[in-house]
């Protein structure tokens, strides 16, 4: 016997009674409530758990609690007489015995309104059971006749001192509790332990194990068992990257926060409150069946709060989480769970059971149920399991780490059910179609019966029949119901159900149906998936709902679906994974379908091009640019050679492939083919159609890039007015061309209109897609762009810190969204003399750049001079100036001389050479830069401005005094007029710093 802790108040200076609250494990909150209370009326107490193994006479036991100082207060329900297991008569001796003898050291309270064994009465328990706290409190002071005023002590709350019956303020979709669950104590105590010990910041363990072994068991008896340490607690099924996403992304409205329907700002803003702690400090987060670590730390919360993770992944270490390693039962804990669930058999026959299914709880589960609700010898039962009755079942993939008796007894229960409850096991066999883990089974009631086989009509018309089929599976434990408990009032409706199918299972009742019957319950499943398709995908309020289909696309054999309804589901979850950011997922959703979809389909066939298109759009924002760019290739290349090619299908092609083109830095090809679909479109479709409007948009992204500023602007200005007029001023179509124009405007040097209009466009995105949707964080992005640019004196580090860490969120570290902003951000750093930190992050980005666009892309080139910005703030002069060259030359022959990335490099490299002492090579240098800059930008741009006021420096050096003089005056005039005499390039050049030009790594 062990005690857990030993209650604070045994050290009070006013004279108190001592008392052991004895209680089962699985009431460790009320033994914790219990004791808080006494302790804050001066008593002190010992917790105890109850767990006596059965070779141990009852008597003996109670007899050990009478060795403790004090009166002994029992925690009353029937799963405290459970426990053991033992016969009614043996506790009933007991009571009137030991307990009898000894009435004014025992004293009980009632926690079940079931009837407790008639012996109880010498215990006197008295009723918590449907009370409040204070009424609960009364009678447990009463019951153990102390006065009933108010505490001496104000004890502080801590875990578990919250009333048992007050549940969590947020709730969410943990799994029913298994009434049934048991033993774990110990590792239950450990990991709430390891969980309340940790170091400061989130505490996360893993819960890793074998299949069947019941890491999902433990982690929801966790959550029961400890709810009253928690404000929040909240269950994220992870089977799928994008169902994990979705449902924590729920948790932000429980949370009272305001956010959009994105999921990455969702995720963001629930960080955020949980990091800080607001509203709620004490939280548990448990991500089930999470079995891929990589890009965890996106996911994982920081705070004060707890992380439970179930996985069948050992590796978790290596995402900073704790492993716990989940064993089998214990062998008394085997034989006591089957004689709880089975009171006919012995404890020799439960032995039996026991040893030959290897103490892994699953398959106990399953033989518990079958044994409880069967008649059959428990000597049948082992001769069926030892005799093999699956017959090779066991050699095949995926269940090498599973006891063959284990894949025996559930063949056993499978076809004993076929035979007694038919519809049951069709209902099983039905969700086999569907994945394992969360399943809307409910779904299925919503075809109409005329879409159903004759032999599955029920499903959708008999409801009294689905009720008896769900009801027997979850008694027989081959599913489990999932907890329904959320904010909302009421209880769902049939159509609204879910179950829990383990992976496990659902292999074994996979094999164990026969090949047409699958056939036929998977095609029940993709008409039941086509039917529940919201139909818009670009609707962010109904991502939840493509997310709950998502997994199980693959599972009911969607993806070689000859339905023309599937397939356009099919697409839709691929458009769903485009709109809402799920890109990996999305990329490797697309490559599934295409795998299918090449097999039935010419590359020319219709369904083909969409899915290209639809999967070159995932390729480009997940970073895949040579990937999207080989497809889309190929496409245009076939449908150039198909005689009679539809031509809009030839124009989307073109269309694809000048987007992929942009992003390799192929700009002038890009521009000339993206010219041709314009013209097509135009041809084709009209001025004002859809289309011909974003092919209008991505001309003057085109143009943008090749540094064609001002005819940008008139094309992306002329897209925004027609987009407004056609479409509508919060059309997200409409809010990307003002954000382009305020993109343009700040290029072409007209800062305080940029900023303007970009202010505006950033309000219209926050209002429209929310401040965390991946376009408003472009739009956010341009802005502090546009700030520091017009000089204002707002804490723009400050905003660009946070704006990082949002994008981290919403992206990854990795991504090239965030790699762009991360180089903007190190740039400004590095200006306002952070050198340090911003030398990381340039170095950082100029490493992502290169490995993903590799080192011979414009963009990879000019990060050469943001590097060489850092080593020449350094001091490293000479590095400094190799890279300027370097640079320069490289974005010269792959831009052509006049392009403004071109000169800005120029300028760079003019400095380094004039910090270098090649005084005569600088100023030539700078004479040609300014001179093609009045040409590209224009006189009055505030860069041409900045080659007058180098190349009067560079003339000041070697000495020609007039020249600079007459040079840098007149480039004082214009900045002033330009910018005005405050802005700090008016400012530096007035002082004569040296200036110079940072890269924006802009990919589009």
């Known amino acids: 016997m062990s005690t857990q802790r030993q209650g604070s108040g045994s050290g009070s200076a006013q004279a108190g009674e001592s008392f052991v609250v004895v209680f089962a494990g699985f009431h460790r909150p009320w033994g914790t409530w219990i004791s808080h209370r006494l302790e804050s009326h001066g008593h002190s107490v010992v917790l105890h758990r109850w767990d006596p193994r059965r070779e141990v006479p009852l008597e003996d036991y109670l007899g050990d609690l009478l060795l403790a100082t004090g009166r002994i207060l029992l925690v009353l329900d029937d799963w405290f007489f459970a426990l053991g297991p033992r016969r009614e008569g043996e506790w009933s001796e007991a009571l009137r015995g030991i307990v009898a003898r000894n009435a004014d050291r025992f004293a009980a309270v009632n926690l079940t309104n079931r009837p407790l064994l008639p012996a109880t009465v010498v215990l006197k328990p008295v009723e918590l059971w449907g009370v409040g706290a204070q009424e609960a409190e009364r009678r447990l002071l009463g019951r153990l006749d102390l006065p009933a005023g108010p505490a001496r002590r104000s004890l502080p709350p801590g875990p578990g001192t919250r009333y048992p019956n007050d549940p969590p303020a947020v709730w969410g979709e943990v799994p029913r509790r298994n009434a049934r669950f048991t033993g774990r104590d110990d590792l239950l105590n450990s990991l709430q332990e390891q969980l309340m010990d940790a170091d400061q910041g989130t505490a996360v363990c893993a819960l890793v194990g074998m299949p069947g072994i019941g890491k999902t068991q433990l982690a929801a008896e966790y959550a029961h068992r400890f709810s009253s340490d928690y404000d929040v607690v909240w269950w994220v099924n992870s089977d799928t990257r994008g169902t994990q996403r979705e449902r924590l992304g729920e948790l932000a409205p429980e949370l009272g926060l305001i956010a959009g329907s994105e999921p990455g700002e969702r995720i963001r803003a629930v960080h955020e409150a949980l990091r800080r702690g607001d509203p709620y400090p004490r939280w548990l987060l448990i991500f089930d069946g999470w079995d891929d670590p990589e890009g965890a730390e996106d996911l994982l919360p920081d705070g004060a709060g707890h992380v439970l993770i179930t996985s069948r992944n050992r590796r978790w270490a290596e995402a900073g989480a704790t492993p716990v390693e989940i064993p089998g039962f214990q062998r008394h804990e085997s034989t006591g769970y089957l004689m709880r669930r089975a009171p006919r058999i012995t404890a020799e026959e439960a032995d039996a059971v026991s040893a030959e299914l290897e103490d892994i709880p699953l398959a106990l589960v399953q033989a518990a149920a079958w044994l409880g609700e069967s008649d059959m010898d428990v000597a049948d039962y082992l001769r069926m399991v030892r005799s093999g009755e699956l017959a090779g079942f066991a050699d095949q993939p995926g269940f090498d780490s599973v006891p063959r008796s284990s894949l025996t007894s559930w063949s056993i229960l499978i076809n004993r059910l076929r035979e007694a409850q038919p519809h049951a096991v069709e209902l099983l066999s039905l969700c086999t179609a569907f994945a394992p883990g969360r399943i809307p ?26 009720t008896r089929a769900l009801d027997t599976l979850v008694s027989y434990s081959v599913i489990s119901a999932r907890d329904t408990r959320t904010a909302l009032a009421g209880e769902p409706g049939p159509e609204q159900e879910s179950v829990h199918m383990h992976r496990l299972v659902h292999d074994i009742v996979s094999r164990l149906t026969a090949p047409d019957e699958q056939r036929e319950y998977r095609r029940v499943v993709r008409r039941t998936l086509a039917a529940a398709d919201p139909g818009n995908p670009q609707d962010s309020r109904l991502w939840p709902r493509y997310a709950e289909l998502l997994p199980h696309l693959e599972p009911s054999g969607a993806f070689a679906s000859n339905d023309a309804g599937v397939q356009t589901t ?9 709109r809402s950011g799920e890109f990996r997922l999305g990329a490797e959703l697309a490559e599934k379908i295409r795998m299918q979809w090449s097999e039935m389909f010419p590359p020319e066939h219709p369904r083909m091009l969409d899915l290209t298109t639809q999967q070159t759009n995932i390729l480009r924002s997940h970073g895949g640019f040579r990937a999207a760019y080989e497809l889309d290739r190929a496409v245009l290349e076939r449908l150039r050679c198909t005689p009679g090619a539809e031509p809009t299908a030839l124009m989307t092609a073109t269309s694809s492939l000048a987007a992929d083109q942009r992003y390799l830095g192929q700009y002038a090809e890009a521009l000339q083919m993206q010219r041709e679909v314009l013209d097509t479109a135009l041809r084709l479709l009209g001025p004002d159609d859809y289309l011909t409007l974003l092919a209008q948009h991505n001309l003057g992204l085109g143009l943008r890039l090749l540094g064609r500023y001002a005819e940008a602007y008139d094309i992306d200005l002329e897209t925004l007015r027609k987009r407004e007029a056609l479409l509508r001023t919060r059309h997200a179509a409409t809010l990307v061309s003002g954000l382009s124009c305020a993109r343009d405007l700040r290029l072409m040097g007209r800062y305080a209109d940029a900023l303007a209009r970009q202010e505006l466009v950033v309000r219209m ?21 546009c700030e520091r640019r017009a000089g204002t004196l707002q804490d723009i580090g400050g905003a660009m810190a946070g704006l990082l860490e949002q994008m981290e969120q919403v992206h990854g570290r990795r991504h090239y969204a965030t790699t762009t902003f991360l180089v903007d951000y190190g740039n400004y750093l590095r200006e306002h003399g952070e050198l340090d930190h911003a030398r990381d992050l340039i170095l950082e980005g100029d490493h992502a750049f290169r490995e993903l666009l590799g080192p011979a892309h414009p963009i990879s ?8 910005l850092i080593l020449q703030a350094a001091g490293e002069r000479a590095d400094a100036l190799t890279l300027f060259e370097q640079a320069y030359a490289g974005l010269a022959a792959a831009l052509g001389p006049d392009h403004p990335a071109v000169l800005g490099c120029a300028l760079n490299a003019a400095a380094g050479r004039n910090f270098n002492g090649r005084l005569d090579s600088a100023e030539e240098l700078s004479r040609d830069t300014l001179r093609r800059a009045r040409h590209a930008l224009g006189q009055d741009h505030p860069f041409t401005l900045s080659c007058e006021v180098a190349l009067a420096m560079d003339l000041r050096g070697l000495r020609q005094h007039e020249e600079a003089g007459k040079v840098e005056e007149d480039a004082l005039q214009r900045l002033t007029r330009t910018l005005g005499a405050q802005h700090p390039h008016t400012l530096s050049a007035r002082q004569r710093v040296r200036p110079y030009w940072d890269f924006e790594p802009y990919l589009g």
């Open 441 to 466: 089974i409910g779904l299925v009631r919503r075809l109409p019966p005329s879409q159903l086989p004759e032999g599955l009509a029920w499903l959708a018309g008999d409801l009294p029949s689905w």
């Open 570 to 578: 099919v697409l839709n979850l691929l458009r769903y994974c485009f």
């Open 765 to 785: 995105h926050i209002q429209v897609l929310g401040p965390q949707h991946p376009q408003t964080l472009r739009a956010r992005h341009n802005l502090v762009l």
């Open 861 to 868: 080139t000019g990060m050469q001079s943001n590097v060489g």
